[in-house]
């Protein structure tokens, strides 16, 4: 019997190339949010995948980000560069094109610093022509010294068994590093928070959803298996909580429903939530508000 291998994968790539839809299909959960604005994941999330070969946590970062405009930019940037030397593998996400900008140039100057053995994973082949492919395959295999270059389509499930295989190959041999039962190392309560923003995400207008946090004031599971959820979106402006809020709280009640419907999903069981809007201006360059609201530099 071959012995089992269990290491992390880091996943990199510019924003909205797929990251979170991919790693959420790859475990068989929505554990990471999505949605199509830039910067939808602001913090590292772990999810680990358990088969009988082995163990792999993957490590989903922030889109990789070419300058900070503020305080969580430059914590979105340090996350995202910190973790390749964590990895053992990293999956580079790239979307099906042939064009190699100036943020990929500074990826592979990043990934060249960190050593660490590179996956060119081309997502979203689904919308693209195989001669077009062979074309983007030819395009990036002299751009960067890769592993492997695989193709696959996150959301329709393409060729990720054999993406996984080639993470294995990749992989140290061990024992596994969590529970076989362990899909993440968030919590219920961070991924109700997350949950909330994802909602209001999708809902918003466009100029307010990158000044958003959620926190959760507070999180009780009662006896009877409901539990009471208390969440404050927190943004910039006062115009901006006008927004969220809605003409006779008509926004705030569709975040809430919509988000309350997915939390109820994964819990299995009743959920009551409740919503505020708090005006924190300029929150993004507060270093002692990102701490509060989870964006804190990790030591080491």
Known sequence: MSETKAGFAAIIGRPNVGKSTMMNQLIGQKIAITSDRPQTTRNRIQTVYTCEEGQIIFLDTPGYLRKAGNKLGEYMIDLSVGTLSDADVVLWLIEPSSYIGEGDREIAEALKKAGTPVLLVINKIDLVQKEQLLGIIDSWKDFYPFTEIIPVSGLKRRNLDELIKCIFRCLPEGPLLYDEETLTDQSMRQIAAEIVREKALRLLNKEVPHGIAVTIERYHERED??????????????????????????????????????????CQGKVFLKLFVKVRKDWRDNELLLRDYGYEKKNG
């Open 225 to 266: 298996a409901v539990t009471e959820i208390e969440a404050s979106i927190i943004c910039e402006k006062d115009s901006h909580k006008g927004i969220i809020i809605g003409k006779g709280g008509s926004m705030l009640k569709r975040i809430g429903t919509a988000a309350r419907r997915e939390i109820e999903e994964l």
